[in-house]
């Protein structure tokens, strides 16, 4: 069930299996450009649920108000780590695995790579593909941050105090390189679709510098990117159900063929396009792991 207010969209699932809430808000239109929005959510199921975590081109924190989230090792299926007040997940090109011990409750920020960048105050290389603990990225602030969202009388109030936060970083933070402000948005405007080579004329650098520059402050190469921007859209159609056929939709999003989509399926989401529509929860609820 989905109800809409002013400030927030809420999506409901209960059944037998347990449920959940999830809670969307918007950023301050001053965040536009560094952050794509606010997510509350409050789960309990009977039993633990796994979930496949799919890589997209974002920069993810969780701000947990337990039990904490444990992220397993989706090779091995050893535990990765345990952030009893939240994490930060850098950008990745291969999916992770979050598991409950039957319920969950906290928040979830999803910035854009600038965004990011210019919030945590750091090269993004230092973050790409690894989850750091909420008190390494933000010291001191990261368990207060927490405790402020945890006694906030609502998910509204919740989502003005992120508000308030990110904007006294974001913007009085030093302004990211001019050259990754317009990679990132060329290659978001284009849907991953220009070639690297374009960049570079339109930057007047060579190939090499943009992908240099790219790597060490966004923590991925601009094709990488393109990947990920390209592959955030076909998981898009899929879950609106809109799509007439896999071929079709590959064509519509820059890949050259069938095979190559799922060639791409396969690396970021562990199977093929089939398996991951077998494997989504209801009301937008995730991609189950087992």
């Given at each position: ?15 037998e299996q ?102 945590f105050g ?141 060639r791409d ?26």
């Amino acid at each position: 069930m989905t109800t809409q207010s002013p400030h927030a969209r809420v999506v409901r699932q209960a059944s037998e299996q347990g449920g959940w809430e999830l809670v969307f808000g918007t950023p301050d239109a001053r965040l536009r450009e560094h952050v794509h929005d606010y997510c509350g959510y409050r789960e309990s199921t009977p039993g633990p649920v796994r979930r496949r975590e799919l890589p997209a081109p974002q920069v993810v924190l969780i701000i947990d108000f337990g039990p904490p989230l444990r992220i397993v090792d989706p090779r091995t299926g050893r535990p990765l780590g345990r952030h009893p007040v939240g994490f930060v997940a850098g950008l990745d090109d291969g999916y992770s695995i979050t598991e409950t011990a039957g319920s969950m409750n906290g928040m979830q920020v999803n910035f854009t790579p600038v965004g990011a960048r210019r919030f945590f105050g750091m090269p993004l290389h230092h973050l790409a593909r690894q989850v750091v603990g909420l008190e390494s990225v933000l010291g001191a602030e990261g368990p207060l941050l927490t405790e402020r969202l945890v006694e906030a009388p609502s998910w509204e109030a919740r989502f003005a105090l992120l508000d308030q936060l990110l904007l006294s970083r974001i913007l009085t933070a030093p302004e990211a390189s001019p050259v990754i402000i317009w990679t990132w948005q060329r290659l978001r405007a284009s849907g991953g679709q220009v070639e690297i080579g374009e960049l570079a004329r339109e930057l007047g650098f060579s190939q090499k510098h943009v992908i240099a520059r790219c790597g060490q402050e966004l923590g991925l190469t601009p094709k990488l990117l393109a990947r990920l921007i390209r592959f955030d859209r076909v998981i898009q159609v899929l879950k609106s159900g809109a799509a007439e056929s896999q071929a079709r939709l590959a064509l519509e999003q820059g890949y050259f063929d069938q095979a190559h989509l799922i060639r791409d399926f396969r690396q970021f989401t562990g199977g093929p396009p089939g398996e991951f529509l077998r494997r989504r929860l209801p009301a937008l609820g995730g991609t189950r792991a087992d």
